[in-house]
């Protein structure tokens, strides 16, 4: 019986040597191409399957994701920081990846296809490059606005009234980035006053029932009737709309609201770093933005050869507020922490 | 009372164990200590003792004694704290107890539930790894001599408490161990089981010759199967003896008080005499009695009496009323049927005398008087020592 | 902690009582040794390291913001607030529930016990999000119930919710904890105390409640610590309701702040720690049950309609409620946009089966599977060692054991990215690679296999605690001195004895790691889909009805796994045991 259990121990050990050799070795070794590809995917899970394997067929490389919130990728990042798990990170909003640059996640990458990007849509220095944007809005559900006899908000201004109270969710701004696009339309609607902004949410606040910790939750929550308003991105209101919440209305306010850019970027020290290359100059072309669209995605493609649909919001019809997407991340911080301190703790009316 | 365990099964299927040289153990300063706090009593204080081969010896003592830990410690449950303990001359205290060759029969027999009478009792013999011919032959072996063939394959639990003791047995005495060791196997069994199993476990012993330790609290069992008795108290050996050497001469108060029932009389000690023998002044006479060798001229000294060894008559009594000298009083009457015991008050103290074959007539009433006699032969002087 | 089985053990039954001893064994049984050598290594690498690694993150300097921050930041003080605040209702109405069930079951008179036990045990198997969605779908300011049905505009959404929902998901520990505990009883104390002249009333309020009293707090306590730990719930349904555990979870991914992810995940170990040094304090010292744990009769059953109907009416709707939740969640999978557009559609689950759905199943399965029978297996052993073998270290090593379950789920999973999605060294030697995440061996399954044996060791050790403590010592005794090492012992004698209990362990291992959310979501991989962050994702993009087909498939695997490891361990390899 003793050797029976020597045995076990002896199996145990072998077990953790094993695992030590294997895995140093296969850290070790990089693969230049031709084999495989790590991305990091945070757009809607079809989306991102659907774009590995359109570009695995197309190009030739094993593209694999693990798909997760742009907000999870980023501390998914930072955590594996010393052996990068990743070669590229597909999607998510820009502020994300200006965050992650600054954790010194990103090397830099002008792919030969970001010429025709336009400027907006890019990092000068080639940190992240954009593949969608999309416009901030509201989601109303025509239901229940009959039912509180309410007409449709076009505006901000709308927002205010005390008829919507209870009615009204967002996101919370320190948990998405959806969220803080609502915050920083408003600094830059009241001129880059943060105090003015901060205002604002004050007096909307008696009328918010819930701030979400997903993005799209408000838009969920005035899918299924549980309030009028949700303040979310407009292409994930057509989204819901077209997935058969047929009592949704899609809103561009009035007074303009952001943008959020869409980016995709080159990990640092990634393991694939040539197939990583050629994965982020294949998603800047308009076969690789069209996949979007075949999954239910409207966001706008950022390559102006790409398709754009009825469903995508029209640039000229909309008031697009413009704005510094580098400002807007380095404020972000200090803007959710006073939100947290001064508005979302107020009693409501 | 029948014995399940005959004479005529015995010498044929027992030949195979019973060509076991009996073994001899030998405790040395065998000490056990819970606590090291010295102002802790230990359990079990530096005991020696030298069991001889074939020896059937009894641990006896009330519960807290050591007992029960000294057998633990044979057997290899308990570590020893200082000591030794010597079988056939080697010092096996360091030896785990699954290598040790000795077979423990628990109280609560401690059979598996989970397999048969006969599973059970090839247990020990499939971990040696015997051949399974060979196993089969010792377990119907045993199975017959315990008179258990016909439950060979029945579970535990659909035995009954004497069957299951008998397993219990036969799975230890399987084992061919050198000793064989018993932790209050009897408690568990009702009386007219228990005085049976007494008889048959004392007849196995004695035809098999191996080497038995017994714990028990009860002095019937310790009394009627052992070869020598070992008394314990507070952890450590008050007497080892044979049973009627500890019951005839007790080593002390305790034993005295313990093993059977005792009168203690109070006794002047006025000579003491070479052979083992003291003149004491008791019960208004001078008495010569057999004497514990500490007892000294000049103190006052118990004289152990038991009940059965005292003598009641009335006659002259009759009319003295006093309670003084030889007289005493009847306090209290308890007829037993064989037997009549009488709660007798005296001048040297309280005793209880019992009167075998009792005639109506002659049943002594309450508060009567009656001259009390000790048998000096039987009477036993000890030292006043609590 | 007594998370009580059914009283398994009826072979002990032939044997008297226990008497105690104490036994040594490690010191010269080298057999024993080298298992006391595996099992702590195994539970350093499973519990020790992450543990540590999560403990230096959380007072690294972003840290520690967050703990002095705790008592100048009223944000955070609201936060652990109302973290108590849910523990505390939670426990409550779930012992309550759960004690209303086992009283019932116990000691009243009716027909159909049988589906009151199955139905009241039904949440055990169930996913996350699960009756979370369920509820929202059910009783939410639109929901089938309240707004179609009642008319009623109710806010599901924060504390009420949440109690709701993790009351019904949690009161089958406290139903199980209680049945034990009333079953085992000695109705010869009911008898006894009638005798003396006490009305039922009494007897209940004086007798039978005071010997339930540790029955009682281990459950409030068990209740407690689970609700607080839960992610999966409050990220759905907590609306405004923030607590530490979404509190953590936001600052690793809203706020890329690990460090203060790691400080508010200590802060939930702490209270959760305390009450299970508190109950296993309470618990250790009360002997309350009868010696022999078998009692000498059954107590009569209730009749008095005066108890019977108001116990069984709330009982029964209870019941009516959990049916209608779990209903939902299976044929929520067959609505187009359940609750609101209830077109029958086979589309969900045509989503879920073809392509990461069915890879999902299958990742999740295996894993599983590979982790359930291990953590029995190790849940059996440190029972083994803790009742039996080791003296002094018997409490610290049950105690890591139970870690699996103390330390919330949130705080596993950021303490096991933190230690291993690096290598691990030790003085700048590599002892490990990384075990998790993409570059890991075994593309990252490995931590995964491992965070799901840490959370399923703990219900397969009470188990084994519970089953062993039956059996009399003088079994073992028995075993060695016929010849028998420790481990054979254990393996020829002990293990056929518990291995009903070993049966229920692994049942209970495996349901817990298949629905476990919460530490997985910080480790998927890309070679490696697990069916609970596929469940996440779903709801999170609102796709309700993918994500009650998810679940609806995720009960019928775990039943199915459930069925089988029963079936294969009565029927094969403990077959021809002798039971009555």
């Known amino acids: 019986m003793r050797s029976h259990a020597m045995a076990t121990a002896a199996a145990f050990g072998g077990a953790a040597l094993i695992l030590a050799g294997c895995s140093s070795s296969s850290s070790s070794d990089s693969d230049s191409g031709g084999g495989s590809l790590t991305v990091l995917c945070t757009v809607q899970e079809d989306q991102c399957q659907q774009v590995m394997d359109t570009f695995t067929a197309e190009e030739g490389i094993t593209a694999r994701y693990v798909r997760m919130s742009a907000g999870e990728a980023v501390a998914r990042m930072n955590a594996s920081k010393a052996n990068p798990e990743f070669d590229v990170v597909y999607g998510g909003g820009a502020d994300n990846h200006v965050a992650s640059a600054e954790f010194g996640l990103l090397e830099p990458y002008v792919s030969p296809n970001a010429d025709v990007i336009p400027d907006e849509f890019k990092d000068a220095d080639g940190l992240w490059t954009g593949i969608y944007w999309g416009m901030f809005g509201f989601c109303a559900n025509t239901d229940v606005l009959d039912d509180i006899g309410a007409e449709v908000p076009q505006s901000w201004n709308d927002l205010l009234d005390p008829i919507f109270a209870g009615n009204i969710a967002m996101a919370h701004p320190a948990t998405s980035g959806t969220a803080y696009q609502a915050m920083w339309s408003q600094v830059e609607l009241n001129d880059g006053d943060e105090d003015a902004a901060l205002e604002y949410f004050g007096d909307l606040h008696s009328n918010i029932l819930q701030y979400t910790k997903s993005g799209s939750g408000p838009g969920q929550m005035a899918g299924r009737g549980e309030i009028a308003v949700g303040l979310i991105f407009a292409h994930d209101c057509v989204k819901f709309i077209n997935e058969g919440f047929t009592n949704l209305e899609t809103i561009y306010p009035e007074e303009g609201a952001t943008f959020e850019v869409g980016a995709v970027s080159l990990i640092k020290d990634a393991a694939h770093p040539d197939a990583a290359k050629q994965f982020i100059d294949w998603a800047l072309t308009p076969v690789a933005q069209e996949i979007g669209v075949a999954t239910g995605n409207y966001q706008v493609p950022t390559n102006p050869d790409a398709e754009v649909t009825d469903d995508m919001v029209d640039r000229d019809d909309v008031a697009v507020l413009d704005y510094d997407i580098a400002e807007a991340g380095a404020a972000r911080d200090e803007l959710t922490k006073r939100f947290d301190a001064e508005v979302a703790p107020q009693p409501k009316e | 009372m029948v014995s399940s365990v005959t004479d005529t099964t015995i010498p044929a299927a027992a030949a195979g164990i019973a060509d076991i040289d009996a073994a001899r153990l030998t405790l040395r300063g065998l000490s056990k200590r819970y606590s090291t706090d010295p102002s802790v009593a230990a359990a079990v204080e530096s005991i020696d003792l030298d069991i001889e081969p074939g020896e059937f010896i009894t641990l006896l003592g009330p519960s807290g004694c050591g007992k029960t830990s000294t057998l633990r410690m044979i057997a290899g449950f308990e570590t020893l704290t200082d000591g030794a303990i010597e079988l056939d001359g080697v010092d096996i205290a360091g030896m785990p107890p699954n290598r040790r060759p000795m077979s423990m029969v628990f109280q609560s027999y401690a059979l598996f539930p989970h397999l048969s009478v006969r599973d059970n009792v090839s247990y020990g013999l499939k971990l040696k790894r015997m051949s399974a011919r060979r196993i089969a032959e010792d377990v119907d072996g045993i199975l017959a001599i315990m008179n258990l063939s016909g439950l060979a394959d029945r579970a535990p639990h659909q035995l009954s408490g004497g069957q299951q003791q008998r397993v219990a047995l036969a799975r230890a005495l399987v084992m061919r161990p050198k000793v064989l060791l018993f932790d209050e196997p009897l408690s568990n069994l009702d009386a007219k089981l228990r005085v049976q199993m007494r008889h048959e476990i004392r007849l196995l012993q004695r035809r098999l010759g191996i080497t038995s330790i017994f714990v028990t609290h009860d002095q019937d069992e310790a009394m009627t199967m052992s070869d020598r008795i070992v008394v314990m108290s507070k952890g450590r050996i008050e007497q080892v003896g044979a049973p009627s050497e500890v019951y005839r001469r007790p080593a002390s108060m305790f034993v005295a008080d313990f093993i059977g029932r005792a009168n203690f009389l109070d006794a002047d000690v006025e000579e003491v005499h070479g052979d083992g023998t003291a003149t004491a002044a008791v019960l208004g006479d001078s008495l010569r009695v057999p004497a514990h060798p500490d007892v000294v001229v000049g103190d006052t000294a118990q004289l152990l009496v038991r009940p059965e060894s005292v003598r009641l008559s009335t006659g002259a009594a009759e009319r003295s009323d006093r309670v003084t000298g030889d007289v005493g009083r009847v306090l209290n009457t308890v007829f037993y049927g064989s037997t009549v015991e009488y709660e007798i008050e005296t001048d040297s103290g309280n005793l209880i005398a019992s009167v075998a074959d009792p005639v109506a007539d002659d049943v002594l009433e309450l508060q009567s008087v009656a001259h009390v006699r000790v048998e000096s032969s039987r009477a036993w002087l000890l030292p006043d020592r609590s | ?580």
């Open chain 3, 1 to 580: 902690m007594t998370l009580t089985l059914d009283p398994t053990s009826t072979a002990a039954q032939a044997l008297p009582p226990t008497t105690k001893r104490r036994v040594r064994g490690v010191g010269r049984d080298p057999s024993v040794a080298i298992i006391v050598a595996v099992v702590v290594a195994v539970l350093l690498l499973l519990l020790g390291l992450p543990m540590s690694k999560l403990v230096m993150a959380a007072f690294s300097d972003e840290g520690l913001v967050v703990f002095t921050g705790l008592f100048t930041n009223p944000a955070n003080l609201r936060v652990v607030g109302n973290t108590m605040l849910l523990g505390l209702l939670v426990g409550v109405c779930g012992t309550l529930v759960g004690f209303l069930f086992a009283f019932a079951q116990v000691r009243l008179k009716f027909r159909g016990k049988r589906l009151l036990h199955l139905l009241a045990l039904v949440p055990v198997v169930a996913p996350p999000f699960a009756v979370a969605t369920a509820t929202i779908t059910l009783f939410g300011r639109s929901g089938v119930v309240t707004s179609t049905l009642l008319g009623l505009n109710t806010d599901v959404y924060g504390l009420g919710g949440l109690v709701f929902v993790l009351t019904l998901s949690f009161s089958p520990v406290a139903y199980m904890n209680l049945k034990g505990m009333l079953e085992n009883l000695d109705p010869s104390l009911d008898e006894a105390a009638s005798d003396l002249g006490a009305s039922k009333a009494r007897i209940f309020f004086t007798v039978t409640l005071p010997m339930l009293a540790p029955g009682i707090a281990g459950s409030f306590l068990l209740l407690f610590v689970e609700g607080i730990a839960d992610l999966a719930n409050p990220l759905v349904l907590g609306g405004d309701y923030t607590v530490l555990s979404t509190r953590a979870y936001i600052a690793v991914t809203g706020e890329f702040n690990v460090q203060a992810g790691a400080a508010y995940s200590i802060l939930l170990i702490v209270p959760a720690l305390l009450v299970f040094l508190v109950q296993r304090y309470w618990t250790g010292k009360k002997q309350v049950t009868s010696v022999t744990g078998k009692p000498s009769g059954r107590a009569e059953l209730i009749t008095a309609p005066a108890l019977r109907i108001p116990v069984l009416a709330l009982v029964a709707a209870w019941v009516v409620v959990t049916i209608t939740v779990y209903t939902t969640v299976v044929a929520g999978g067959f609505l187009k946009v359940p609750g609101v557009n209830n077109e029958f559609t086979l589309d969900h689950f045509r989503f879920v089966l073809a392509g990461i759905g069915s890879k999902a199943m299958l990742d999740t399965t295996v894993m599983a599977l590979i982790a359930a029978p291990t953590a029995g297996v190790l849940g059996m052993l440190i029972a083994w060692l803790v009742v039996r073998k080791l003296g002094r270290f018997a409490g610290v090593l049950d105690f890591v054991g139970m870690l699996g379950l103390a330390v919330p789920g949130t705080v596993l999973g950021i303490g096991y990215a933190v230690a291993f999605l690096v290598p691990t060294e030790i003085f700048g030697f590599q002892i490990l690679p990384p075990l998790a995440g993409g570059a890991a061996a075994l593309g990252g399954g490995l931590a995964i296999v491992m965070v799901y044996i840490t959370r399923s060791l703990p219900p397969g050790q009470r188990a084994g605690v519970a089953a062993l403590a039956q059996i009399n010592p003088a079994i073992d005794e028995a075993s060695t001195s016929l010849g028998a090492s420790g481990a054979t012992t254990f393996r020829k004698v002990t293990l056929p004895l518990i291995h009903s209990a070993f049966a229920t362990g692994i049942t209970l291992a495996t349901a817990r790691a298949m629905t476990t959310l919460s530490p997985i979501v910080f480790l998927t991989t890309p070679g490696i889909k697990i069916m609970t962050s596929q469940i996440l994702a779903e709801v999170d993009a609102g796709r309700f009805g993918n994500a009650f087909a998810y679940c609806a498939l995720l009960v019928t695997i775990v039943l199915a796994i459930i069925g089988l490891i029963n079936l294969l361990l009565r029927k094969v390899i403990f077959r021809g045991l002798l039971r009555h």
